[in-house]
T-cell receptor, first 121, second 113 residues
Framework: GAVVSQHPSWVICKSGTSVKIECRSLDFQATTMFWYRQFPKQSLMLMATSNEGSKATYEQGVEKDKFLINHASLTLSTLTVTSAHPEDSSFYIC?????????????????FGPGTRLTVL | GENVEQHPSTLSVQEGDSAVIKCTYSDSASNYFPWYKQELGKRPQLIIDIRSNVGEKKDQRIAVTLNKTAKHFSLHITETQPEDSAVYFCAGVYTGGGNKLTFGTGTQLKVEL
């Protein structure tokens, strides 16, 4: 099946610093990846759609200057949380869908990365 | 945009009983409805999905039903086991609109011995 990885799996940083999270599709190319944020005991909320070679599309209420997304290749998208503050502490998860006809039996199925636990002190 | 509501928020059943989780969606254009199981601190895992041209789908102990007219869909788990304990999320997708998932609020299922 399709595999998506994330790095790091957890990170602790000081308030005011920036943190970069990587999302990789290991065995397929992804022109589109998605970034979600999940606070404790809450649902996954879509933050943005990452598009290879073009600007990301952000959901309403998500600050594009604070959450920088770069999708420079067909297998890598990065999310940078700039000037992180304690309220940014959350579980960040990416996902990607393999292109149609690339082996999945379920078209439109999204494969999730293992998530990154960010704690801002 | 799409809005997905999910009930109940918590569900406790005895081992061997059935569990039912219900979701409603707002966007009639949505045409793909996956269900995910998420264990604490881990990624969501797809357990079953259904497309809008199908009314029911079953996979061993898990089934999903869809009522397009009423815009609601349900997850049914039979013969529940302790390892079914987790948080379950429904989601709605309009596959022609960028494949963006809108998740329900989640149901904490606890299967008691």
């Amino acid at each position: 099946g399709a595999v998506v990885s994330q790095h790091p799996s957890w990170v602790i940083c000081k308030s005011g610093t920036s943190v970069k999270i990587e999302c990789r599709s290991l065995d397929f190319q992804a022109t589109t990846m998605f970034w979600y944020r999940q606070f404790p005991k809450q649902s996954l909320m879509l933050m943005a759609t990452s598009n290879e070679g073009s600007k990301a599309t952000y959901e309403q209420g998500v600050e594009k200057d604070k959450f920088l997304i770069n999708h420079a290749s067909l297998t890598l998208s990065t999310l940078t949380v700039t000037s992180a503050h304690p309220e940014d502490s959350s579980f960040y998860i990416c996902s990607a869908s393999p292109p149609r006809g690339t082996g999945t039996n379920r078209p439109n199925e999204q494969f999730f990365g293992p998530g990154t636990r960010l704690t801002v002190l | 945009g799409e809005n997905v509501e999910q009930h109940p928020s918590t569900l406790s059943v005895q081992e061997g009983d059935s569990a039912v989780i219900k979701c409603t969606y707002s966007d009639s254009a949505s045409n793909y409805f996956p269900w995910y199981k998420q264990e604490l601190g881990k990624r969501p895992q797809l357990i079953i999905d259904i497309r809008s041209n199908v009314g029911e789908k079953k996979d061993q102990r898990i089934a999903v039903t869809l009522n397009k007219t009423a815009k609601h869909f349900s997850l049914h788990i039979t013969e529940t086991q302790p390892e079914d304990s987790a948080v379950y999320f429904c989601a709605g997708v309009y596959t022609g609109g960028g494949n963006k998932l809108t998740f329900g609020t989640g149901t904490q299922l606890k299967v008691e011995l």
